[in-house]
């Protein structure tokens, strides 16, 4: 029994003087607790792929649906359905990889064109980058604006936790044209939220934790 008594009063001793530990790094207001938080759950998995370089644009012009030019460097649009995708991407056109679906749904880079057959290597980001048939290329432009995967945060993808824009007079502009400002979305602003998806203009589908779900610039 003297033992037992002995050995709990060696734990109550060390509980107190981890509590007193913990109490002396406590941080001195609200919010350097919350930044506290945020900083040991925050996913920071997106910073060794900004640092990797764009691959270069190289290779002769091809055509694709209706004959439209494809030049390498254009943001093209694969805008198919996936059973038509799915008959034109044959072994001798690179062939098929499940994971090619979500490449239908968000613009990519034409970063190679091959010959022989014709061939177009298309990036999209974390996604991958996947040889195409140049007649499941719907549209091209000429367009050196950054894609959401080539910006400098790093590429984006389904599932990644991001940190929305606290200010509310920089977000509303943005908005316009890209899913407009709903006043419930001020909710949003500041904190973090979790990408659900991507629709054809390369806009985000972001889901915040006791808001709702909005699509964003």
Not at 49 to 75: C, E, N, W
Not at 147 to 157: A, I, K, R, T
Request: net charge positive; glycine share 12%.
């Amino acid at each position: 029994f003297i033992l037992a008594l002995f050995a709990h009063a060696i734990s109550c001793a060390r509980r107190w003087q981890s509590g007193r530990a913990l109490r002396q790094l406590r941080p001195s207001d609200a919010a350097s607790l919350r930044q506290s938080l945020l900083a040991a759950v925050v996913i920071r998995g997106l910073g060794p792929k900004a640092l990797a370089p764009a691959p270069t644009a190289s290779g002769p012009v091809l055509r694709g649906v209706q004959g439209i030019a494809l030049h390498p460097g254009d943001k093209v649009w694969l805008s198919v359905s996936l059973e038509r995708a799915k008959q034109l991407q044959t072994p001798r056109y690179g062939d098929w990889s499940d994971t090619m679906v979500f490449c239908l749904d968000c613009p990519g880079r034409l970063v190679e064109t091959l010959t022989g057959p014709p061939r177009a290597r298309v990036s999209h980001g974390s996604l991958g980058t996947f040889l195409w048939n140049p007649a499941a290329v719907t549209r091209a432009e000429t367009c050196r604006e950054p894609l959401p995967f080539e910006e400098q945060h790093g590429p984006l993808v389904v599932g990644d936790e991001v940190l929305l824009c606290a200010s509310q007079a920089k977000a509303v502009p943005l908005q316009a044209g890209h899913g407009g400002w709903s006043a419930r979305m001020a909710g949003c602003l500041g904190r973090f939220g979790r990408l659900a998806g991507l629709n054809n203009r390369g806009d985000l589908r972001i889901d915040t934790p006791g808001c709702g779900v909005f699509l964003w610039n």
